[in-house]
């Protein structure tokens, strides 16, 4: 149980071009979910907080108008990099909180990004 | 603000030699804290957790205990194998919110 799923799990794009990755909680409900970046050899970083049906909650420095985090449904968010540049190739991860916990994420497999 | 902080790797280790990786947390709370692991090329996987103080989390092998004294939640296997070769995660959350990561611990165990 408690297994997350991303989409793709590698994209590679042009420059000026956007890309949407896709995070699914397969067999829960995932009230909360949450999207880290992590540079290579590196710890995650934390890019936003998504509650279901609310807008996301970004952390300083995170452009919100570059990346956008959508949470339609109770299994589904989505994140999508506009206008990617090479400086936004990074490996991101998503996690879900399961309804009625607040502890444990479960996370993704990832999404490789480059963008050429 | 809370913090982890973790022992610097690389660690090697030949196959069936005992593991510790040290891992220290700084909170004004009473943290859940966790161990996950990241194999090459995936996402995180939880390992253990323990939720309050003097609980032992397991798990294939694997143990930590949450020591409120010394704030501590050290992960320890008996025996390692190759494929426990990984990047090794500890962390803490408080009050549902955000984890927060130490830095990471590669481990590399050689046959």
């Known amino acids: 149980g408690a297994v997350v799923s991303q989409h793709p799990s590698r994209v590679i794009c042009k420059s000026g071009t956007s890309v949407k990755i896709e995070c699914r909680s397969l067999d829960f409900q995932a009230t909360t979910m949450f999207w880290y970046r992590q540079f290579p050899k590196k710890s995650l970083m934390l890019m936003a907080t998504s509650n279901e049906g609310s807008k996301a909650t970004y952390e300083q420095g995170v452009e919100k108008d570059k990346f956008l985090i959508n949470h339609a449904s109770l299994t589904l968010s989505t994140l999508t990099v506009t206008s990617a540049h090479p400086e936004d190739s990074s490996f991101y991860i998503c996690?879900?909180?399961?309804?009625?916990?607040?502890?444990?994420?479960?996370f993704g497999p990832g999404t490789r990004l480059t963008v050429l | 603000g809370d913090s982890v902080t973790q022992m610097e790797g690389p660690v090697t280790l030949s196959e069936e030699a005992f593991l510790t990786i040290n891992c220290t947390y700084t909170a004004t709370g009473y943290p859940s804290l966790f161990w996950y692991v990241q194999y090459p090329g995936e996402g995180l996987q939880l390992l253990l957790k323990a939720t309050k103080a003097d609980d032992k989390g397991s798990n294939k092998g694997f143990e930590a205990t949450y020591r409120k004294e010394t704030t501590s939640f050290h992960l320890e296997k008996g025996s390692v194998q190759v494929s426990d070769s990984a990047v090794y995660f500890c962390a803490l959350t408080q009050y549902g919110n955000k984890l927060v990561f130490g830095a990471g611990t590669i481990l590399r165990v050689k046959s």
């Open positions: 996690s879900a909180r399961q309804r009625g916990t607040t502890d444990t994420q479960y």
